[in-house]
């Protein structure tokens, strides 16, 4: 595999890693860390362990294709005119697609970053240092593995599991591994993060309860896979089992605001389970950028660059907000005439001149008081997994294969979810009705094509239908509002063809450049297991 062969060939020659001194934000340059002469304490393998959580090797998946994928695919945010994001709305996605390419790189150099990682300790580490740390930091390398995995298997499916580097060296044409067995392979890295992390850490650090939460997840992801009508009730069952712990025994809240949790200044709170960490001022490749590529609004960003790809919200996610869902929408949305005086505080604050992304735009420099902060490096932690969705992860696994509950414990955290966001009490679950609800607190953090590949491995037939009567109701075309009438327009702009979704619209294709130089990809999946 060129792409992959690549980035671990330089990886293993290097044989470094990136650090942080005082916290993950603070990192010594690659050459002054070496397994030769590193990992010879705690705080040595805490070092190597901090450099998984941000940096350039999640550039490429966080900044660019995390919310495009998992959010213009599933029709909640509508598309810019830009080549690649147009495949994307048109079901016309190639395999030289850029997104899709950097999605794969992306994920598979974190992939080797953790490989990396573990070998390392368990082949370098100093004998001084105790078996429960090594075990712990072995377990956030294998946590964040799962998650870079988990992703690779709802994106692609069929995918290489590589867990040694070296091995991919020697042999660097591999076969895909079936579905079933990425996801096997997913939950087996975070059952070993589940037993080997502590049950707290150090602000932005993972403990058994991100573990868990994810692995519910994960089960629940897998009760599908494979089915036709009906999930695995024991993979439901484990799904129920992890999350709930989560949910029940962590002693975790969710954050009070829902406005608030999305502000630089409460990185890192209780309710994000696993944060990918950015510092400010780090210039192009290492940072957060969705402000430059999103913002629906330059003014807003750093020395006012950037807004180079605002994307909007499809008219198909603003009916899903009801009258009183003003909260979240605020703070997931611009509507014009919104004002935000957050940002550009220091100009009295900003009114939205029309539709556009809210969530992730943090302001500029004066407002985060950061005179290094520049457009490509916003200093806000994005959370990949948060408390509340392991909530309605576990509502779901309750539900199962139901067509209705009343069970009280899904009502329960289903109806947190909601009163925090100010709206009332439901009485009765349905699957759609977790679908609308998860869509609504998720939106823009690259989850609802996840729910939606899910729904597709166990009712293909309706997750189709789904996709096309979005296109039915011209759902994901952008709209404007009139704040004096309150009123939401769908645009008539005639935007390009769409494809018919078919089963095969939930897989993406396996980039060019690596079917090129490794064409055993292009080959049936093969067992892992």
């Not at 058994?208 to 629940?220: D, E, F, I, P």
């Not at 005179?371 to 997994?385: K, Q």
């Not at 992860?393 to 100010?422: K, M, P, Q």
Request: charged share 20%.
């Amino acid at each position: 595999m060129k792409l992959i062969n690549k980035i671990f060939i330089i990886l293993l020659c290097v044989a470094a890693l990136v650090g942080c001194k005082k916290s993950f934000l603070d990192r010594p340059s690659n050459s002054q860390i070496s397994s030769t002469n590193f990992y010879k304490t705690t705080s040595d393998v805490r070092l190597a362990t901090a450099s998984l959580y941000g940096g350039s090797h999640w550039w490429a998946w966080s900044n660019e294709c995390w919310i495009p994928l998992g959010d213009v695919l599933s029709g909640t945010a509508s598309f810019p005119y830009n080549g690649d994001l147009v495949q994307l709305f048109t079901r016309t996605i190639t395999a030289q697609n850029g997104l899709v390419t950097r999605g794969w790189i992306g994920l598979y150099n974190t992939v080797a970053q953790c490989n990396t990682v573990i070998k390392a300790i368990q082949e370098k580490a100093d004998p001084s240092i105790s078996e429960v740390d090594k075990n712990a930091a072995i377990a956030e390398a294998k946590f964040i593995r799962a998650m870079a995995y988990y992703h690779l298997g709802i994106y692609w499916g069929a995918v290489p599991i590589i867990e040694d580097n070296s091995k991919l060296i020697k042999d660097p044409l591999r076969n895909r591994n079936i579905v079933s067995d990425v996801y096997k392979f997913v939950a087996n890295d975070l059952t070993y993060a589940a037993q080997h992390l502590p049950k707290t850490d150090e602000k932005g650090r993972v403990t058994t309860w991100s573990a868990q939460g994810m692995l519910g997840k994960a089960y629940l992801t897998m009760a599908g896979v494979g089915k036709n009508g009906s999930r695995d009730q024991a993979l439901l069952d484990s799904a129920k089992k992890y999350a709930g712990n989560v949910c029940k025994n962590s002693g975790l809240k969710l954050f009070p605001s829902y406005y608030d949790l999305f502000k630089v200044q409460n990185n890192d709170n209780p309710e994000a389970l696993f944060s990918l960490q950015w510092a400010g001022g780090v210039g192009y490749g290492t940072g957060n950028a969705l402000q430059q590529l999103f913002a629906p609004d330059n003014i807003i960003t750093p020395q006012k660059q950037g807004g180079w790809m605002a994307l909007a919200p499809s008219y198909d996610l603003y009916r899903m907000y009801s009258s009183r869902d003003t909260v979240r929408r605020k703070a997931t949305i611009m509507l014009k005439g919104d004002f935000y005086p957050e940002l550009i505080a220091a100009d009295g604050g900003y009114t939205a001149k029309g539709t556009g992304m809210k969530k992730h735009m943090v302001g500029n420099e004066k407002d985060n008081n950061l005179p290094t902060m520049d457009s490509w490096s916003s200093p806000e932690h994005n959370a990949m997994l948060r408390l509340a969705d392991v909530y309605l992860v576990y509502a779901e696994a309750i539900l199962g294969n139901n067509s209705t509950t009343s069970d009280a414990d899904a009502l329960h955290y289903f109806n947190e979810v909601r009163e925090r966001a100010g709206l009332n009490k439901v009485t009765v679950l349905t699957p759609a009705a977790l679908r609308t609800e998860r869509r609504v607190e998720l939106a823009f953090e690259g989850q609802y094509w996840i729910d939606l590949v899910r729904y597709s491995y166990y009712d293909p037939a309706n997750a189709v239908k789904l996709l096309n009567d979005q296109d039915a109701t011209h759902g994901r075309i952008s709209f404007t509002y009139d704040p004096v009438t309150k009123i939401a327009t769908r645009d008539t702009i005639a935007p390009p063809a769409a494809l018919p979704a078919t089963i095969a619209s939930f897989t993406l294709p396996i980039p060019s450049s690596e079917l090129t130089t490794a064409p055993k990809l292009a080959e049936p999946p093969v067992p892992y297991y």
